[in-house]
T-cell receptor
Framework: EAGVTQSPTHLIKTRGQQATLRCSPI?????VYWYQQALGLGLQFLLW???????NRGNFPPRFSGRQFPNYSSELNVNALELEDSALYLC????????????????FGPGTRLTVL | AQRVTQPEKLLSVFKGAPVELKCNYS??????LFWYVQYSRQRLQLLLR??SRESIKGFTADLNKGETSFHLKKPFAQEEDSAMYYC??????????FGQGTRLTINP
């Protein structure tokens, strides 16, 4: 079974530019999550998409946005890049079904390393 | 606010010795707790979750609501256990809150 895939592996941008990161979930998964892993800050939740809708958002400014396509793949867009946006961006996917209050198991991709110069 | 604390950034033990990775959390409701592991050059993967109450690769973790802890334990460490371990909490909104992680090194 193919896992979560992300592209590109590495991305180098300059301040003020826009970055677009892509994620393909595991086949059959409808939920996609984005996390930022910045140096010294650990893994922080960014966004959750399910069935094409944004379901939850972390404490990030509006210049972090995304979308989920009909095939459940997702894009993360970061506008007006700042130096502190340099980080590893992880995408995860899950079945998108919640059993009672249970949290879906999230399966992670390898990440996209974004460097802002 | 939800918070997960892993007090040890680095932990080094000898092969065959017991291992305990500490995790404390702050959350007022009924949280779900997870341990994720990242081996060298591999992606982050789920190790175990408290609701399943199972042992994976010899690791166990018990949720202690009184102490708000979810420590990860293994009685006899193996070299292949060397990895980065993350404790995470979810409030059921599919958002995981991660600790800072503990890098475990098993010495031969």
């Amino acid at each position: 079974e193919a896992g979560v895939t992300q592209s590109p592996t590495h991305l180098i941008k300059t301040r003020g530019q826009q970055a677009t990161l892509r994620c393909s979930p595991i086949s059959g998964h409808t939920s996609v999550y984005w996390y930022q892993q910045a140096l010294g800050l650990g893994l922080q939740f960014l966004l959750w998409y399910d069935e094409g809708e944004e379901r939850n958002r972390g404490n990030f400014p509006p210049r972090f946005s995304g979308r989920q396509f009909p095939n459940y793949s997702s894009e993360l867009n970061v506008n007006a890049l700042e130096l502190e946006d340099s980080a590893l961006y992880l995408c995860a996917s899950s079945l998108g079904r919640m059993t009672g209050d249970s949290t879906d198991t999230q399966y992670f991709g390898p990440g996209t390393r974004l460097t802002v110069l | 606010a939800q918070r997960v604390t892993q007090p040890e950034k680095l932990l080094s033990v000898f092969k065959g010795a017991p291992v305990e990775l500490k995790c404390n959390y702050s959350y007022s409701g009924s949280p779900e707790l997870f341990w994720y592991v990242q081996y060298s050059r591999q992606r982050l993967q789920l190790l175990l979750r408290h609701i399943s109450r199972e042992s994976i690769k010899g690791f166990t973790a018990d949720l202690n609501k009184g102490e708000t802890s979810f420590h990860l334990k293994k009685p006899f460490a193996q070299e292949e256990d060397s990895a980065m371990y993350y404790c995470a909490l979810s409030q059921g909104a599919q958002k995981l809150v991660f600790g800072q992680g503990t890098r475990l090194t098993i010495n031969p």
